[in-house]
């Protein structure tokens, strides 16, 4: 039973987030402070992070719908639940460590804000560290979605 609980895949808490965050920003600001000069940061990635946000959360309702068994949905199979689960731990990863990347690289350029190549650099990768915060949170709502509810005595449905 305890070799079970050992390998047994566990939600995703705040911690591992929080700490990947701190991690890329010191890895943004060490970096933005190593470069003579600032590189222009691509503003495609804000809409792209967005788009794959949309389709997470979009995604995250649906699941949790089917897996809930509400009326007019189909069941899911509990490998495409295990595939979504996969994708948003690794989502919520990247997530965490894309969005304090960005935004350790706002910070670092944020006292030059006068200069128009900081100013650039500052609302690009200020904007892209919020949009990677917005895929960090549908990840983790597609994660919880992906949870299997309790037994209910009284459904009739029987178990999920």
Known sequence: MADEEEHRLRPTGWRVPAVLIAIGALLGVLLTNALPY??????????????????????????????????????????????????????ALFASLAAGFFLGIAFAVSDVLELPSPREVFFTALGTGLASAVLLAAALYLEYACRVPEDDPDDPRGSA
Not at 75 to 84: F, K, V
Request: hydrophobic share 45%; net charge positive; aromatic share 4%.
């Open 38 to 91: 600032l590189p222009v940061l691509p503003w495609s990635g804000i809409p792209t992070l967005l788009l794959l946000a949309l389709a997470e959360g979009y995604t995250a309702g649906r699941t949790r719908r089917r897996i809930r068994r509400v009326p007019g949905t189909e069941p899911m199979e509990p490998l495409s639940a295990a595939r979504l689960v996969a994708l948003a731990k690794a989502s």
